[in-house]
């Protein structure tokens, strides 16, 4: 499917997981990134090392989960979109996900929105639990969400309504 029209499968998705016990640890990055452009600011940008150095610039990255913070800078920063970051640990029926978000309006902290999967298909509810907009995100917003877990895998944007 990826090779065909750019859309990460579930496979491609639970490879990048860390293990069960890290993500029962708290947040954690996913970066959906499979194809070898030149874009590194993902590396560049992570204060924590949490990413692996690129000795070419053309290499997809590799994420060491363990000293991934959630801290969400690379969302901001990285051009094509392609990271998230994810917490199972949110509550006992949802996960929060940080998503990059470039549209207009902004949705509000406590709104309801449409949870989008990676087609833009409509796929659940999601509620936004915080909205992160400053100048120092490199003008992309990062918007947390709630979701149910079984929609891990399948959310990934939102469509604010109205």
Known sequence: MFNRCGIVSQEMFESLLPSKERREQGP???????QSIPCN??????????????????E???????????????VSVCPGLACFVIDETYSENEVSIKIPYEMTPLP??????????????????????????????????????????ELIYEVRSINVRG
């Open 28 to 34: 954690y990055v996913i970066m959906e990134c499979f």
């Open 41 to 58: 600011p993902c590396n560049t940008s992570c204060s924590f090392g949490a990413v692996k150095f690129m000795e070419d610039i053309n």
């Open 60 to 74: 997809t990255p590799t994420v060491y989960s363990e000293k991934c913070t959630g801290c969400a800078v690379c």
């Open 108 to 149: 509000e902290k406590g709104t309801e929105t449409d949870a989008l999967d990676r087609f833009g298909n409509v796929v659940g509810t999601a509620k936004v639990i915080q909205v992160q907009s400053n100048k120092k995100l490199d003008k992309t917003n990062i918007v947390t969400i709630a979701v149910p877990k």
